[in-house]
């Protein structure tokens, strides 16, 4: 089934989707640092770069499935917490647009946790108002990424719809018993990280290792004030966008307390303490070696890989849509569903 993409990033959602057997048609990436990575990564898809906001409905190509994760700034804990009175909190209703003009059989958002809390009670009502008029069975939960084989404690928010005309529901998937931790992901890349060059520039080719360097510098206090190291038998903290908060390497022993929100590095052990490399985070992130970051700065390449969805997770989550999906009508009639909404003939909810 084919599927269109939305806020794509360096494409984690849509590789978590291809490897369930979708196919991304069309994608939209507005940034401009992240466009030659989608575009080496999956060349069969045309990209649009332009802002979603300048992006008729008419100009996108109908698809079974829409996916996407709306920028999620206005929503972090760590931001202004206006929610949808920020801008950025906007583009979700831009989201909203794109799935009411096209119908897909179903449609995927993803959201950090923060949108959760109580202040953004109303908005958070109001944006699943908005799916279900759309004309959605609506699904929503949090997930923790390591209950779905992803080394890494990461919890995020998905919203996940079924189109009403097919009478069915959607059940999230059931959690993986196995865990998986920091030494089934990077143990064997222990030996051969680099340093960045001088300013944080990547080293290109010199990495034995595509992408596997590491920013240098300085540690904020705010960095300092939490122990920022896991254990080879742990989950990974959470993978985040800017490379000077990467989770320290597990080589290192835990950082200890001194004071209130205050930690060191243990004497004489302070060689050990480095940031994970952005290849490290990758496979933390379950992307596969294969799919290659691009950028000039290494903080370019930490924010494309800690703003994604692990593709691990994607792919459960595309496959329980796709298992869903053939229960129309008892598997007999899912052609012609797809068939007529292919050919323009399903049912417009939004026509006077």
Same mark, same amino acid.
């Not at 229960?327 to 909810?349: A, D, F, R």
């Given at each position: 089934?084919?599927? @269109?993409?939305? #806020?794509?990033?360096?494409?984690? &959602?849509? =590789?978590?989707? +291809?490897?369930?057997?979708?196919?991304?048609?069309?994608?939209?990436?507005?940034?401009?640092?992240?466009?030659?990575?989608?575009?080496? $990564?999956?060349?069969?898809?045309? =990209?649009?770069?332009?802002?979603?906001?300048?992006?008729?409905?008419?100009?996108?190509?109908?698809?079974?499935?829409?996916?996407?994760?709306?920028?999620?700034?206005?929503?972090?804990?760590?931001?202004? /917490?206006?929610? @949808?009175?920020?801008?950025?909190?906007?583009?979700?209703?831009?989201?909203?647009?794109? /799935?009411?003009?096209?119908?897909? /059989? #179903?449609?995927?958002?993803? !959201?950090?946790?923060?949108? =959760?809390?109580?202040?953004?009670?109303?908005?958070?009502?109001?944006?699943?108002?908005?799916?279900?008029?759309?004309?959605?069975?609506?699904?929503?939960? &949090?997930?923790?990424?390591?209950?779905?084989?992803?080394?890494?404690?990461?919890?995020?928010?998905? #919203? @996940?719809? @079924?189109?009403?005309?097919?009478?069915?529901?959607?059940?999230?998937? +059931?959690?993986?018993?196995?865990?998986? #931790? &920091?030494?089934?992901? *990077?143990?064997?890349?222990? !030996?051969?990280? &680099?340093?960045?060059?001088?300013?944080?520039?990547? $080293?290109?080719? /010199?990495?034995?290792?595509?992408?596997?360097?590491?920013?240098?510098?300085?540690?904020?206090?705010?960095?300092?004030?939490? $122990?920022?190291?896991?254990?080879?038998?742990?989950?990974?903290?959470?993978?985040?966008?800017?490379?000077? %908060?990467?989770?320290?390497?597990?080589?290192?022993?835990?950082?200890?307390? *001194?004071?209130?929100?205050?930690?060191?590095?243990?004497?004489?052990?302070?060689?050990?303490?480095?940031?994970?490399?952005?290849?490290?985070?990758?496979?933390?992130?379950?992307?596969?070696?294969?799919?290659?970051?691009?950028?000039?700065?290494?903080?370019?390449?930490?924010?494309?890989?800690?703003?994604?969805?692990?593709?691990?997770?994607?792919?459960?989550?595309?496959?329980?849509?796709?298992?869903?999906?053939?229960?129309?009508?008892?598997?007999?009639?899912?052609?012609?569903?797809?068939? $007529? %909404?292919?050919?323009? =003939?399903?049912?417009?909810?939004?026509?006077?």
């Amino acid at each position: 089934m084919k599927i @269109i993409s939305l #806020f794509s990033g360096a494409g984690g &959602l849509d =590789l978590g989707f +291809e490897m369930a057997g979708f196919q991304t048609i069309w994608a939209n990436e507005y940034d401009k640092e992240i466009w030659e990575t989608y575009e080496r $990564n999956f060349p069969g898809t045309v =990209l649009d770069k332009r802002s979603i906001v300048n992006i008729h409905e008419d100009e996108i190509p109908a698809a079974e499935g829409l996916i996407g994760g709306p920028p999620c700034q206005s929503w972090s804990e760590a931001g202004k /917490l206006k929610g @949808i009175e920020d801008h950025r909190g906007q583009l979700f209703f831009e989201f909203i647009r794109i /799935l009411r003009a096209k119908q897909p /059989l #179903f449609f995927l958002a993803e !959201n950090v946790s923060g949108m =959760l809390a109580q202040r953004h009670a109303d908005a958070l009502e109001n944006i699943k108002k908005h799916f279900t008029e759309s004309g959605y069975r609506l699904s929503f939960k &949090l997930l923790n990424a390591h209950d779905f084989g992803v080394p890494q404690d990461r919890k995020r928010v998905f #919203f @996940i719809g @079924i189109r009403e005309d097919l009478g069915l529901d959607f059940q999230f998937p +059931e959690v993986i018993p196995e865990k998986k #931790f &920091l030494k089934d992901a *990077i143990w064997d890349l222990r !030996n051969s990280a &680099l340093a960045a060059k001088e300013k944080n520039y990547t $080293n290109g080719n /010199l990495c034995k290792i595509e992408n596997h360097e590491y920013m240098t510098g300085g540690f904020s206090s705010i960095y300092m004030s939490r $122990n920022r190291v896991r254990h080879w038998d742990e989950p990974s903290f959470t993978i985040q966008a800017g490379g000077r %908060h990467a989770p320290l390497h597990p080589q290192a022993p835990k950082m200890v307390r *001194i004071g209130e929100n205050k930690r060191i590095f243990v004497p004489e052990y302070e060689h050990l303490y480095r940031r994970l490399s952005v290849r490290e985070c990758a496979r933390i992130q379950t992307f596969p070696d294969q799919h290659i970051f691009h950028y000039n700065k290494l903080a370019a390449g930490y924010k494309m890989v800690g703003n994604a969805v692990p593709p691990m997770l994607a792919f459960h989550l595309a496959q329980q849509i796709k298992k869903t999906l053939l229960q129309v009508n008892s598997h007999k009639h899912e052609k012609q569903y797809i068939k $007529n %909404h292919q050919t323009g =003939l399903q049912p417009n909810i939004f026509s006077s």
